[in-house]
Protein backbone atom coordinates (compact mmCIF):
# COMPACT_ATOMS: atom_id res chain seq x y z
CA UNK A 1 0.00 0.00 0.00
CA UNK A 2 2.11 2.51 -1.30
CA UNK A 3 2.12 6.34 -0.06
CA UNK A 4 4.00 8.24 -1.84
CA UNK A 5 6.89 8.01 1.06
CA UNK A 6 10.52 9.48 0.17
CA UNK A 7 12.23 7.63 2.31
CA UNK A 8 13.06 3.52 0.89
CA UNK A 9 10.40 1.49 2.84
CA UNK A 10 13.26 -1.18 3.47
CA UNK A 11 15.14 1.58 5.24
CA UNK A 12 12.12 2.80 7.83
CA UNK A 13 11.02 -0.83 8.23
CA UNK A 14 14.45 -1.45 9.66
CA UNK A 15 14.72 1.89 11.20
CA UNK A 16 11.49 1.30 12.97
CA UNK A 17 11.97 -2.56 13.90
CA UNK A 18 15.15 -1.33 15.34
CA UNK A 19 14.28 1.26 17.72
CA UNK A 20 11.52 -0.45 18.94
CA UNK A 21 13.03 -3.37 20.07
CA UNK A 22 15.76 -1.41 21.68
CA UNK A 23 13.46 0.85 23.12
CA UNK A 24 11.22 -2.67 24.68
CA UNK A 25 14.13 -4.31 25.70
CA UNK A 26 15.45 -0.99 27.47
CA UNK A 27 12.06 -0.80 29.51
CA UNK A 28 12.21 -4.08 30.50
CA UNK A 29 15.75 -3.88 31.92
CA UNK A 30 13.74 -1.19 34.42
CA UNK A 31 11.22 -3.16 34.97
CA UNK A 32 10.97 -5.48 38.47
CA UNK A 33 8.29 -8.22 37.86
CA UNK A 34 7.20 -7.50 41.64
CA UNK A 35 5.95 -3.80 40.68
CA UNK A 36 2.82 -5.91 39.06
CA UNK A 37 1.72 -6.62 42.87
CA UNK A 38 -0.14 -3.04 43.17
CA UNK A 39 -1.54 -3.73 39.54
CA UNK A 40 -3.23 -6.34 40.96
CA UNK A 41 -4.84 -4.75 43.85
CA UNK A 42 -6.29 -2.02 41.91
CA UNK A 43 -9.33 -4.32 39.50
CA UNK A 44 -11.71 -0.52 38.61
CA UNK A 45 -8.31 1.54 37.65
CA UNK A 46 -7.57 -1.61 35.29
CA UNK A 47 -11.05 -1.43 33.85
CA UNK A 48 -11.26 2.37 33.52
CA UNK A 49 -7.81 2.01 31.82
CA UNK A 50 -8.91 -0.30 29.30
CA UNK A 51 -12.04 1.11 28.70
CA UNK A 52 -10.33 4.49 28.23
CA UNK A 53 -8.02 2.71 25.58
CA UNK A 54 -10.05 -0.07 23.61
CA UNK A 55 -13.40 1.55 23.62
CA UNK A 56 -13.51 5.46 24.11
CA UNK A 57 -11.18 6.71 21.77
CA UNK A 58 -12.52 4.92 19.18
CA UNK A 59 -15.95 6.32 19.89
CA UNK A 60 -14.30 9.81 20.06
CA UNK A 61 -13.06 8.96 16.06
CA UNK A 62 -16.01 8.04 15.26
CA UNK A 63 -17.98 11.33 16.44
CA UNK A 64 -15.12 13.63 14.98
CA UNK A 65 -15.05 12.07 11.73
CA UNK A 66 -18.52 12.10 11.55
CA UNK A 67 -18.95 15.79 12.99
CA UNK A 68 -16.08 17.00 9.95
CA UNK A 69 -17.35 15.40 7.11
CA UNK A 70 -14.32 13.76 6.27
CA UNK A 71 -13.58 11.62 2.47
CA UNK A 72 -14.57 8.38 3.33
CA UNK A 73 -10.83 7.17 3.00
CA UNK A 74 -9.67 10.02 5.25
CA UNK A 75 -12.27 8.54 7.39
CA UNK A 76 -11.58 5.08 7.29
CA UNK A 77 -7.82 5.58 7.93
CA UNK A 78 -8.41 8.04 11.03
CA UNK A 79 -11.06 5.07 12.96
CA UNK A 80 -8.13 2.40 11.41
CA UNK A 81 -5.57 4.37 13.96
CA UNK A 82 -8.54 4.83 16.87
CA UNK A 83 -8.65 1.02 16.95
CA UNK A 84 -5.03 0.13 17.21
CA UNK A 85 -3.85 0.24 20.26
CA UNK A 86 -0.92 0.10 22.21
CA UNK A 87 1.49 2.11 20.35
CA UNK A 88 5.38 0.54 21.49
CA UNK A 89 6.93 3.89 22.35
CA UNK A 90 3.63 4.85 24.01
CA UNK A 91 5.23 3.13 26.90
CA UNK A 92 8.51 5.26 26.85
CA UNK A 93 6.50 8.40 26.96
CA UNK A 94 4.27 8.03 29.68
CA UNK A 95 7.35 6.87 32.13
CA UNK A 96 9.52 9.75 30.84
CA UNK A 97 6.10 12.17 31.40
CA UNK A 98 5.84 10.53 34.97
CA UNK A 99 3.36 7.76 34.83
CA UNK A 100 3.02 4.90 36.96
CA UNK A 101 6.20 2.96 36.99
CA UNK A 102 4.13 -0.27 37.78
CA UNK A 103 0.60 0.61 36.27
CA UNK A 104 2.06 2.06 32.95
CA UNK A 105 4.08 -1.06 31.79
CA UNK A 106 1.06 -3.56 33.43
CA UNK A 107 -1.50 -1.21 31.64
CA UNK A 108 0.95 -0.99 27.75
CA UNK A 109 1.09 -5.41 28.58
CA UNK A 110 -2.57 -5.93 29.12
CA UNK A 111 -3.45 -3.47 25.73
CA UNK A 112 -1.39 -5.38 23.81
CA UNK A 113 -2.83 -8.26 24.36
CA UNK A 114 -6.05 -7.53 24.13
CA UNK A 115 -5.66 -5.87 20.99
CA UNK A 116 -5.43 -9.60 19.46
CA UNK A 117 -9.38 -9.97 19.82
CA UNK A 118 -10.23 -5.54 20.18
CA UNK A 119 -9.26 -5.35 16.47
CA UNK A 120 -11.02 -8.15 14.95
CA UNK A 121 -14.40 -7.07 16.80
CA UNK A 122 -13.72 -3.72 16.24
CA UNK A 123 -13.21 -4.31 12.44
CA UNK A 124 -16.42 -6.32 12.17
CA UNK A 125 -18.37 -3.24 14.02
CA UNK A 126 -16.84 -0.92 11.32
CA UNK A 127 -17.79 -3.21 8.56
CA UNK A 128 -21.27 -2.24 9.69
CA UNK A 129 -20.96 1.29 9.76
CA UNK A 130 -19.06 1.77 6.49
CA UNK A 131 -20.71 -1.30 4.60
CA UNK A 132 -17.39 -2.83 3.79
CA UNK A 133 -15.54 -6.32 4.56
CA UNK A 134 -12.43 -5.73 5.76
CA UNK A 135 -10.97 -8.50 8.24
CA UNK A 136 -7.79 -9.73 9.93
CA UNK A 137 -6.49 -13.09 11.56
CA UNK A 138 -6.24 -12.52 15.02
CA UNK A 139 -3.06 -14.91 14.58
CA UNK A 140 -1.40 -12.18 12.42
CA UNK A 141 -1.92 -9.05 15.09
CA UNK A 142 -0.52 -11.84 17.56
CA UNK A 143 2.42 -12.03 15.87
CA UNK A 144 2.88 -8.49 15.32
CA UNK A 145 2.28 -7.39 19.03
CA UNK A 146 4.89 -10.55 20.48
CA UNK A 147 7.55 -9.32 17.78
CA UNK A 148 7.33 -5.92 18.17
CA UNK A 149 6.58 -5.62 22.13
CA UNK A 150 6.10 -8.61 24.38
CA UNK A 151 9.09 -10.43 22.85
CA UNK A 152 11.79 -7.61 23.79
CA UNK A 153 9.71 -6.38 27.02
CA UNK A 154 9.70 -10.02 28.72
CA UNK A 155 13.81 -10.63 28.00
CA UNK A 156 14.62 -7.06 29.03
CA UNK A 157 12.15 -7.89 32.56
CA UNK A 158 13.86 -11.30 32.71
CA UNK A 159 17.19 -10.21 32.43
CA UNK A 160 16.45 -7.75 35.72
CA UNK A 161 14.91 -10.78 37.67
CA UNK A 162 17.71 -12.91 37.24
CA UNK A 163 20.23 -10.60 36.30
CA UNK A 164 20.35 -7.52 38.28
CA UNK A 165 23.36 -5.82 38.30
CA UNK A 166 24.18 -6.91 34.79
CA UNK A 167 20.46 -5.45 33.57
CA UNK A 168 21.03 -2.06 35.60
CA UNK A 169 24.72 -1.66 33.83
CA UNK A 170 23.20 -2.37 30.10
CA UNK A 171 20.05 0.02 31.41
CA UNK A 172 22.57 3.00 31.29
CA UNK A 173 23.89 2.23 27.77
CA UNK A 174 20.76 1.42 25.84
CA UNK A 175 18.94 4.34 27.35
CA UNK A 176 21.37 6.53 25.55
CA UNK A 177 21.21 3.93 22.22
CA UNK A 178 17.40 4.13 22.24
CA UNK A 179 16.89 7.93 22.54
CA UNK A 180 19.49 8.40 19.73
CA UNK A 181 17.82 5.17 17.51
CA UNK A 182 14.27 7.05 18.56
CA UNK A 183 15.46 11.01 17.34
CA UNK A 184 16.93 9.03 14.14
CA UNK A 185 13.18 7.44 13.51
CA UNK A 186 11.41 10.23 14.44
CA UNK A 187 13.27 12.50 11.92
CA UNK A 188 12.96 9.66 9.30
CA UNK A 189 9.25 9.75 10.15
CA UNK A 190 9.07 13.05 9.56
CA UNK A 191 10.84 13.83 6.08
CA UNK A 192 8.82 10.04 4.51
CA UNK A 193 5.36 11.57 5.73
CA UNK A 194 5.79 15.47 5.19
CA UNK A 195 4.31 15.07 1.57
CA UNK A 196 1.24 12.44 2.97
CA UNK A 197 0.70 14.55 5.77
CA UNK A 198 0.55 17.89 2.95
CA UNK A 199 -1.59 16.04 1.01
CA UNK A 200 -3.74 15.09 3.45
CA UNK A 201 -4.69 18.28 4.26
CA UNK A 202 -6.07 20.35 7.44
CA UNK A 203 -9.13 19.33 7.79
CA UNK A 204 -7.74 15.38 8.25
CA UNK A 205 -5.27 17.08 11.02
CA UNK A 206 -7.94 18.97 12.94
CA UNK A 207 -9.71 15.61 12.91
CA UNK A 208 -6.44 13.87 14.41
CA UNK A 209 -5.66 16.45 16.72
CA UNK A 210 -9.46 16.55 18.29
CA UNK A 211 -9.49 12.90 18.72
CA UNK A 212 -5.79 13.03 20.32
CA UNK A 213 -6.62 15.77 22.74
CA UNK A 214 -10.27 13.98 23.51
CA UNK A 215 -8.40 10.52 24.10
CA UNK A 216 -5.98 12.47 26.34
CA UNK A 217 -8.99 13.96 28.22
CA UNK A 218 -10.55 10.60 29.03
CA UNK A 219 -7.17 8.91 30.03
CA UNK A 220 -6.74 11.67 32.32
CA UNK A 221 -10.26 11.70 33.84
CA UNK A 222 -10.11 7.88 33.79
CA UNK A 223 -6.95 7.35 35.34
CA UNK A 224 -7.85 9.26 38.75
CA UNK A 225 -7.26 9.51 41.13
CA UNK A 226 -3.41 10.17 41.47
CA UNK A 227 -1.01 11.87 39.13
CA UNK A 228 0.55 9.32 37.95
CA UNK A 229 -1.61 6.70 36.97
CA UNK A 230 -3.86 10.22 35.03
CA UNK A 231 -0.53 10.43 32.79
CA UNK A 232 -0.23 6.62 32.18
CA UNK A 233 -3.50 6.28 30.65
CA UNK A 234 -3.91 9.86 29.50
CA UNK A 235 -0.60 8.75 27.23
CA UNK A 236 -1.56 5.02 26.15
CA UNK A 237 -5.09 6.01 25.24
CA UNK A 238 -3.58 8.57 22.78
CA UNK A 239 -0.85 6.99 20.93
CA UNK A 240 -1.82 4.52 19.13
CA UNK A 241 -0.31 1.98 16.97
CA UNK A 242 0.49 2.82 13.18
CA UNK A 243 2.08 -0.58 12.63
CA UNK A 244 -0.90 -2.46 13.07
CA UNK A 245 -2.94 -0.37 11.29
CA UNK A 246 -0.80 -0.58 7.84
CA UNK A 247 -0.84 -4.87 8.97
CA UNK A 248 -5.06 -3.84 8.50
CA UNK A 249 -4.99 -1.65 5.74
CA UNK A 250 -2.18 -3.63 3.59
CA UNK A 251 -3.83 -6.96 4.20
CA UNK A 252 -6.69 -5.34 3.06
CA UNK A 253 -5.77 -3.76 -0.17
CA UNK A 254 -6.69 -0.57 1.03
CA UNK A 255 -5.99 2.54 -1.20
CA UNK A 256 -3.21 5.07 -0.87
CA UNK A 257 -5.76 7.61 1.04
CA UNK A 258 -6.05 5.28 3.75
CA UNK A 259 -2.26 5.26 4.43
CA UNK A 260 -1.92 8.79 4.03
CA UNK A 261 -4.46 9.42 6.64
CA UNK A 262 -2.70 7.08 8.84
CA UNK A 263 0.53 8.90 8.55
CA UNK A 264 -1.55 11.91 9.50
CA UNK A 265 -2.34 10.40 12.31
CA UNK A 266 0.91 9.17 13.61
CA UNK A 267 2.95 12.77 13.08
CA UNK A 268 0.02 14.86 14.16
CA UNK A 269 -0.74 12.95 17.19
CA UNK A 270 2.35 12.83 17.93
CA UNK A 271 3.43 16.63 18.11
CA UNK A 272 -0.51 16.76 20.11
CA UNK A 273 1.23 14.62 22.75
CA UNK A 274 3.95 16.81 23.49
CA UNK A 275 2.51 19.46 25.61
CA UNK A 276 0.65 17.49 27.34
CA UNK A 277 3.73 15.10 28.31
CA UNK A 278 5.56 17.99 29.01
CA UNK A 279 3.03 19.32 31.64
CA UNK A 280 2.47 16.03 33.67
CA UNK A 281 5.84 15.85 33.66
CA UNK A 282 6.25 18.68 35.86
CA UNK A 283 3.07 18.04 37.72
CA UNK A 284 4.31 14.29 38.53
CA UNK A 285 7.59 15.41 39.41
CA UNK A 286 6.65 18.65 42.08
CA UNK A 287 3.92 15.60 43.63
CA UNK A 288 6.90 13.53 44.02
CA UNK A 289 9.22 16.42 45.64
CA UNK A 290 6.44 17.68 48.03
CA UNK A 291 6.99 16.28 51.41
Known amino acids: MPVGGIVPEGVLALAAAATVFTVMFTLGLGIAIAEFRWVLGRPALV ?26 MADIGIVLMAISPGAPVALRRSLDAGGHRAFAPALQIMVALLAVVSMPLSIAALNVVYDGAASIAPARLAQQV ?35 LLIALVALALIDASQAVVGAGLRIALAVALVTAGALAVGHV ?19 NPGLAFLVAT ?41
Do not use: C
Not at 261 to 276: K, R
Open 47 to 72: ARGLFAVLVAVPAIALVVTRALDLPR
Open 251 to 291: LNGAPPEVGRAVLSYLIVSALTIVPYAWWRGRVVGATERSP
Open 222 to 240: LGAPAPATRTAVAITSAAR
Open 146 to 180: FVAQLLPLALGMALRHFAAARAARMEVVLNRIAKW
